[in-house]
C-alpha cells in the first residue's frame, strides 16, 4: 500500500511537471505571438506612410505632367499657326506666278 501512495505521489508530481512545461510554453508562444504582432503592426505603419509619400509624389508629378503637356500643345499650335502662314503665303506666290 505504501508503494501505491508514493507511485501516485511521483505521479502526480511528474504531471505537475509537465503542466508546469506545457504553461512555460505556451506563454512563450504568447509572448512570441504578441511580439510578431507589434512588429507586423510596426511595418505596416511604415508601408502606410511610404504609401501616402508616393501618393503625393504621384500627384505632384500628374499636375507637373499636366502642366508640361499644356504648354507643348501650346508650342504646337503656335507651330501650327506659322505653318498655315508659311501656306498661305506660298500659295499667294503661287497664284501670283501663274497670272
Request: glycine share 8%; charged share 30%.
Amino acid at each position: 500500500m505504501n508503494n501505491d501512495v508514493d507511485d501516485r505521489r511521483r505521479a502526480g508530481l511528474l504531471e505537475r511537471h509537465i503542466q508546469t512545461g506545457i504553461q512555460a510554453v505556451l506563454v512563450g508562444l504568447i509572448l512570441w505571438v504578441g511580439s510578431s504582432i507589434l512588429a507586423i503592426r510596426e511595418d505596416v505603419a511604415v508601408l502606410r506612410e511610404r504609401s501616402a509619400q508616393q501618393g503625393a509624389k504621384i500627384d505632384a508629378l500628374t499636375t507637373e505632367a499636366k502642366a508640361l503637356i499644356d504648354s507643348r500643345r501650346q508650342l504646337i499650335e503656335q507651330y501650327e499657326g506659322r505653318i498655315r502662314g508659311v501656306e498661305v503665303r506660298i500659295e499667294t506666290i503661287e497664284n501670283a506666278r501663274r497670272r
